[in-house]
């Protein structure tokens, strides 16, 4: 018996030496190469379109070529339900503070399909609302990179537009919308480029277009009616701006546009009115 | 359906098999057991069933404990069948039995949820809810059965039953199930508050997106009907990431939801779901689909009435086992009946979404209504016309017209744009009600915004919409017709305003505007000065419509006619009537100033101020206490009562403050500061409103300041003191930003620097609009196009004044422009309508004598030389007109003889003019009189005379060195010309003697204005 545990522990002992000597650096993650292996990996680094990684308890450097790669997952330690709270509730700042550091190795590697693309978008969201724009359009142009999913393109691009149009660069949003397959969002695009050149009356004309025409467009219908409150709000038509803001508020409860439609509505003094009917 | 006693069954069914079988061959109830089980297993459920309500009956006093156990296990068996069978109650008895008797009972929670599953079927709801809670008490906390039984029916001895294999709990699809049906009962049973929570179970459980959605649907049904608006608005979002919108039930649902969500005021909740409601041809392809699925997955062809096909048996494969399980298809005849529940339910389902009408203008249409009642107009008007472009001649399509016109109009303020669609609308679609709906709304609007002219614009829709004799139609042309009259008289179109009203009491006798149409048809009339024929309608008012609004209008009107006519007794008597009898009318003001006028032209001035100031006293609007008061500063200023002016427009600026006229005011406070001597005082109170309210371009007080001015700088003013004056106005024409303030003193500089020709030029081209320009600018222009002969304008320019500045005296300078133009274009019938107001306005004045001159030579023009005559001879007798003026009529006369084939009586009109007048109009009309006599003379044969005229002409110095006097050389030729001339230089003079009259200052600018 004490030789069985004898050779037990030497077993054991043999396997922590080899774990020893591969001492391995990188973001760890698995990766999916296209043929359907998994394969436990710590990436490296991402050079143009090839992915450099290193297999698990292997030091060597294996460089492929992202098209090879199906998808990688990703293993972040964060509490998600609570920055998606903090999303939903437009508190980017909360978002930017967990999401950034934790996401700043992983960004490179966005370009690749992976787990956490709906938590690169929520960042992407997050830096445009607190109009980081340098940020914003390098975030743009790896989900640019990304085919994995024409969503990303979509919002890539009209992201992109966006912060192009937050510092007045009409010819470039301009540009990115004509490129824009989805026609829902090309419309979002040129309403908020019709907004930035003054011509609010023009904009939300564009903008209910599509409430009426692509009312079923679960990616473009918030954002368009929320632009539709500050459309009136531009015009300065204060109560269809207020209550605009309430219906989006309510129609899209739980989502980030939700949250900005009720900073919204308060700005305007949706609260105090709502204080004021109760009251009377 | 109602409850069946299993007893009950039994013994029926033990009577028939008893009957069937004979009562000699009774059989053992273990017979009964063996033959129903044979049954069974030949698939015969109808003898099953019979043999095994006879076995029960026979087993059913039975206390052996195997009897029992197999008794349970027969039932649980016969239950079986029974559902298959759809013999639903019958099988609940039996389960109900099965479950009562608490012993021997190996499918318990199985045989609740069938139970509860028959009772829900047969619809006996309340009963399912017992059985389903039933179900799910037990499922959580089983029962300890009783466990004990006989050995035998005759046996005492208690035996302990065998334990049966534990029952496996309700799977989560089972509890799912039982929810649902348990939530569907209380539903059902309009047990609105107790459905909500298994609802809510069915969301948190299913696995099925479309479940999930019906269930939020029916909760959201459910707490309309509770109501409890706050918890639907949170489930909306829950039920819109649903696939269940496909649905056609929860479509269905969806309108009912969205509809009292709306009635209740819920439009944030209504909106969503409205929105959610596919349109009927997206929810009939999805469901034809869903239908085509669960054909194929029953082994069915994929569209009905077809066959498979062999292509389609391979990829889809045939009846599966769910369909030989059930049974439910005859797969060798076919029959409708024997399709899978969820099909024959699917097709149903189907069949009415087809059948209803076409419900997504309805959606549509409703979203709109709640975009606008929340104020959002924008997409509200989308959705109108998204209604509207889809059935423009439905009901719906009308009202969404209407509603958009109306959006348009009253919400987004784009009249523009209002118009354009309701105008569309009304040519393309003119009968009806609608049209005249928008018609209306568009006339509201421009009324509202005193845009008369657009007002015309609805008139050729109007023309174009189809009449009848329905009342209500009716009505709404007469009183849209009405508006269009209305709008002509506040246009001053008084003529199209007269037809107006005629049309409305012509066309739509008795109408509800029949009286208003008549008292504004008699006032169009007045204002065109038929005082005769408004004078008998103002009257005819007053018989047919004593009890009708005018009626004191109407009393003042009719004095304002025979005041007119010139009956000034019968309209004093008129006046003093309104002033006795309507002491409180609006009117009542303007009667007694009208009756102090009168006074005052019969020279009782103490009478006319104490009528002056009963209506200041009386006024009720600012104009009506400014007339008097300024109509009162004249008679005191008449009697040289400058203290009295003063007192009067102080008092009148203390109770008018504000709304006072304060220019006019200080104008006359100005003028009495002049006939008191305080000139500079009198400068500085002008100067110093004229910069203050000399941006306002409708304060005609600071036109008669400026006027005022200029003449004070011209007769009272040292050069110092004028220089001094016109720094001041040039520092602030340079520190003020208002264009009519600006033009304002531009002109008033230029008046006092005699450069006003020059300015109007250059106004003439600098102003893109007349909008700023005040009468004295108006005056410039108008001067500066008479000088160039440009009458482009002039139209335009009387119109402006006409519009704007009714009152002003600087309007002479317009009707002149206009009737030199009219002249110049020979609209000479226009040229005498303009003369003809000219003269009602500024009478005999000496500035408008040219236009008598005019009318005068138009008159000969047309060949009416008598009346050409005559008119030329009214100059002669004018004293304010001797001068430039008589010496045109002079000339003019000689015209008139000559066109009468009078030369010599001409000639001596001539004569006379280059006699007596050669000083006016610098010769000018001296010169054409020299060469019109010689024509005279000619004509007469007395050819020396002729030669002996045009030597006189060469040493007349007033006209030798004018143009005219080329054509007298040309005749005398070179020789004899040089002749005369070297006898002028020698100092000689003609033999003529004559008296010249020297030209005044007022003439020297006429004569300008004739040579030039």
């Excluded at chain 1, 914003?136 to 979509?154: H, M």
């Excluded at chain 2, 024929?533 to 009719?558: G, I």
Aim: glycine share 4%; net charge negative.
């Amino acid at each position: 018996m004490k030789k069985l545990a004898r050779l037990l522990t030497l077993v054991a002992l043999s396997a922590f030496a080899q774990e020893q000597q591969v001492v391995q650096s990188g973001t760890p993650a698995v990766l999916e190469a296209a043929n359907g292996k998994k394969l436990q990996v710590f990436l490296q680094r991402m050079d143009g379109s090839n992915l450099t990684f290193q297999p698990r308890k292997s030091p060597n450097d294996m460089t492929v070529p992202s098209s090879k790669i199906s998808s990688l997952q990703f293993f972040p330690k964060y509490d998600a339900a609570a920055v998606e709270e903090a999303f939903s509730v437009g508190d980017y700042n909360k978002v930017l503070s967990v999401l950034e550091p934790i996401m700043e190795p992983l960004e490179q590697y966005m370009p690749i399909a992976n787990n956490l693309q709906d938590t690169f978008l929520m960042l992407m969201k997050s830096r445009f609302a607190m109009a980081d724009f340098t940020k914003v359009r390098q975030s743009c142009d790896l989900l640019l990179a990304n085919d994995s999913d024409p969503k990303l393109t979509i919002q890539g691009t009209v992201y992109k537009a966006l912060a192009a149009l937050a510092e007045s660069d009409v010819p470039t949003a301009q540009t990115l919308m004509d490129g824009l397959e989805s026609e829902a969002a090309k419309l979002y695009l040129r309403a908020c480029i019709e907004r930035a050149q003054q011509q609010p009356k023009t904009a939300i004309q564009t903008v209910t277009g599509i409430i009426a025409e692509h009312g079923n467009d679960v990616d473009w219908l918030a954002p368009s009616e929320l632009l539709s409150a500050h459309l009136y709000l531009d015009m300065a038509m204060t109560n269809s701006a207020l209550n605009t803001a309430r219906q989006v508020r309510n129609i899209y409860a739980g989502t980030h546009i939700s949250g900005d439609a009720d900073k919204l509505y308060r700005q305007l003094g949706g609260e105090e009115a709502a204080t004021d009917k109760q009251g009377t | 359906m109602k409850r069946v006693s299993s007893g009950l069954i039994i013994s029926l069914m033990v009577l028939t098999a008893s009957v069937c079988l004979g009562a000699d061959d009774d059989p053992t109830p273990a017979e009964m057991l063996t033959e129903a089980l044979k049954h069974m297993q030949a698939e015969r459920f109808e003898d099953a069933v019979i043999m095994m309500y006879m076995y029960l009956g026979e087993v059913e006093e039975s206390k052996a404990p195997r009897v029992i156990t197999i008794a349970q296990d027969i039932r649980f068996k016969l239950a079986t069948i029974l559902i298959r069978s759809k013999r639903l109650d019958e099988a609940a008895a039996v389960l109900d039995d099965y479950i009562d008797l608490q012993m021997a009972c190996d499918h318990p929670r199985q045989a609740r949820r069938m139970r509860a599953t028959c009772y829900f079927e047969i619809e006996d709801y309340d009963s399912c809810i017992s059985a389903v809670t039933n179900a799910l008490e037990y499922n959580a906390n089983p029962i300890v059965q009783a466990r004990r039984g006989s050995k035998s029916d005759d046996d005492d001895d208690d035996v302990i039953f065998k334990d049966p294999e534990p029952e496996a709990e309700f799977t989560p699809e089972e509890l799912t199930m039982l929810h649902m049906m348990l939530a569907e009962s209380y539903f059902t049973i309009l047990k609105w508050a107790e459905c909500i929570e298994p609802f809510e179970y069915v969301i948190a459980h299913t696995t099925e997106e479309q479940r999930k959605g019906y269930a939020i649907m029916q909760v959201i049904n459910a707490l309309i009907e509770i109501p409890d608006f706050d918890r639907i608005t949170a489930w909306i979002p829950q039920l819109y990431r649903t696939t269940a919108r496909y649905d056609i039930r929860v479509n269905l649902a969806l309108m009912n939801a969205a509809a009292a969500l709306s009635e209740a005021g819920e439009y944030d909740s209504a909106l969503p779901l409205y929105r959610m409601i596919l349109p009927r041809d997206e929810l009939v392809a999805y469901q034809e689909r869903k239908i085509r699925d669960i054909r194929i997955a029953h082994g069915l062809p994929p569209d009905m009435d077809e066959e498979m096909t062999a292509d389609e048996m391979l990829l889809f494969g045939v009846a599966d086992e769910r369909e030989a399980e059930t049974g439910e298809m005859n797969a060798q005849t076919g029959l409708l009946e024997e399709k899978p529940k969820e099909l024959i339910e699917q097709e149903n389902l189907i069949i009415a979404l087809k059948e209803l009408p076409p419900y997504e203008n309805d959606v549509n249409y409703r979203m709109a209504d709640i975009y606008k009642t929340v104020e959002r107009y924008w997409e509200g008007l989308r959705f109108f016309d998204i209604v509207y472009t889809a059935d423009p001649a439905s009901e719906i399509g009308e009202r969404s017209i209407y509603e958009l016109v109306d959006t348009l109009i009253e919400a987004l303020n784009e009249p523009d744009e209002a118009e354009r669609r309701g105008f569309d609308y009304m040519s393309k679609y003119p009968t009806g009600m609608t049209p005249r709906q928008i018609a209306y709304m568009i006339n509201g609007y421009h009324h509202k915004h005193e845009q008369m002219a657009r007002v015309k614009g609805i008139k050729p829709y109007l023309d174009g919409l189809v009449r009848t004799n329905d009342a209500t139609i009716l009505k709404y042309d007469a009183e849209l017709y009405f508006m269009q009259a209305v709008a002509d008289l506040m246009l001053l179109n008084y003529e199209a305003a007269e037809t107006g009203f005629k049309f409305v009491l012509d066309d739509f006798p008795e109408s509800h505007q029949e009286a208003n149409s008549l008292y504004w048809y008699a006032m169009a009339k007045l204002f065109l000065q038929k005082f005769d024929s408004a004078y008998s309608d103002f009257e005819s008012y007053l018989k047919r419509f004593p009890d009708e609004t005018y009626v004191d209008e109407c009393h003042y009107q009719s004095g304002v006619c025979l005041f007119g006519m010139e009956k000034y007794d019968e309209a004093q008597e008129r006046f003093a009537y309104v002033i006795d009898t309507f002491p409180d009318s609006s009117i009542y003001p303007e009667a007694c100033s009208m009756r102090g006028d009168i006074y005052g032209s019969q020279g009782l001035l103490d009478e006319a101020i104490a009528d002056y100031e009963r209506a200041i006293a009386a006024a009720q609007k600012p104009p009506q206490a400014t007339y008097a008061v300024f109509q009162m500063a004249e008679v005191y200023e008449a009697e040289d009562k400058y203290d009295d002016i003063i007192r009067a427009v102080e008092s009148y600026l203390d109770v008018w403050q504000a709304q006072a006229d304060i220019a006019k005011a200080l104008f006359w406070i100005g003028k009495t500061k002049i006939q008191q001597q305080k000139f500079d005082e009198a400068v500085t109170t002008y100067v110093d409103a004229i910069v203050k309210y000399g941006g306002d371009v409708r304060q005609d007080g600071v036109d008669l300041m400026i006027a005022e001015l200029v003449r004070v700088v011209a007769v009272y003013l040292d050069s110092e003191a004028e220089n001094e004056l016109k720094t001041k106005l040039q520092t602030a024409l340079e520190t003020t930003d208002d264009l009519t303030l600006q033009l304002r003193l531009r002109v008033t500089l230029a008046m006092l620097n005699r450069t006003e020709t020059e300015l109007g030029k250059q106004l003439l081209s600098e102003l893109p609009d007349l909008e700023n320009a005040s009468p004295p600018v108006l005056a410039c222009i108008c001067d500066a196009s008479f000088e160039m002969e440009d009458y482009s304008r002039a139209e335009e320019l009387l119109r402006i004044f006409i519009i704007k500045f009714e009152d002003s005296d600087y309007m002479r300078a317009a009707y002149k422009l206009r009737g030199y133009g009219q002249y110049a274009d020979q609209d000479y019938e226009g040229a005498l309508q303009t003369i003809e107001e000219a003269q009602e306005n500024y009478g005999t004045e000496r500035d408008v004598a040219w236009a008598q001159l005019m009318k005068a030579q138009i008159l000969l023009d047309q060949g009416r030389i008598a009346e050409a005559r005559e008119a030329n001879m009214n100059i002669l007798n004018i004293p304010a007109w001797r001068g430039s003026p008589v010496a045109q009529a002079t000339f003019q006369l000689g015209l008139v003889e000559e066109a009468a084939g009078e030369p010599l009586k001409a000639f001596g009109f001539y004569q006379r003019a280059y006699f007596q007048y050669k000083g006016h109009s610098g010769g000018y009309w001296a010169a054409e009189a020299y060469l019109a006599s010689a024509r005279c003379l000619e004509k007469l044969g007395l050819n020396n005379d002729r030669r002996n005229t045009y030597r006189a002409m060469l040493f007349d110095p007033y006209v030798s060195d004018l143009p005219q006097a080329e054509e007298a050389r040309r005749v005398l030729g070179a020789s004899e010309v040089a002749e005369i001339e070297a006898y002028i230089e020698t100092g000689g003079a003609t033999n003529i003697t004559i008296d010249v009259e020297v030209p005044s200052a007022e003439e020297a600018t006429e004569t300008k204005e004739v040579v030039s």
